[in-house]
């Protein structure tokens, strides 16, 4: 299982990631190629600055609420080079940090921690 400290460090990390990995992996093409991780990316961020763990500043969101959502996005980045059509451009790392988005949360303890 993961902590829920380690999981907020996992979300500002991956949240880094993809606002620079289209720049990263030559794929800023200005297309929902680019643009997809990117507002994932900053939505990670933000919401890892609002849920009530560890490392938030203003804990407002449940945690419980943010790993649905860390899933639903996770979702939808992955499976996004088929279902905006831009797969022949470049799939994996949308695939690849999608599915780990999913299973991450699925590995996260749900209790929040006090602090």
């Known amino acids: 299982m993961i902590d829920t400290r380690t999981?907020?460090?996992?979300?500002?990390?991956?949240g880094a990631v993809l606002?620079?990995?289209p720049y990263v992996f030559?794929?800023?093409?200005?297309?929902?190629?680019?643009?997809?991780p990117q507002v994932l990316g900053a939505m990670t961020i933000v919401m890892s600055l609002l849920t009530r763990y560890e490392l938030?500043?203003?804990k407002i969101i449940p945690l419980k609420v943010h790993l649905?959502?860390?899933?639903?996005?996770?979702?939808?980045l992955a499976v996004?080079?088929?279902l905006?059509?831009?797969?022949p451009v470049i799939w994996w790392p949308h695939l690849l940090v999608g599915l780990?988005?999913?299973?991450?949360?699925?590995?996260?303890?749900?209790e929040e921690r006090a602090e």
Request: proline share 4%.
């Open 7 to 14: 999981h907020g460090i996992l979300d500002y990390v991956t």
């Open 19 to 21: 606002i620079v990995a």
């Open 26 to 36: 030559g794929f800023a093409t200005g297309g929902v190629e680019q643009w997809l």
């Open 56 to 58: 938030s500043l203003s």
């Open 68 to 76: 649905a959502v860390d899933m639903g996005s996770g979702a939808l």
């Open 80 to 82: 996004s080079p088929w």
């Open 84 to 87: 905006f059509g831009f797969a």
């Open 100 to 110: 780990l988005e999913i299973v991450v949360p699925l590995l996260t303890r749900r």
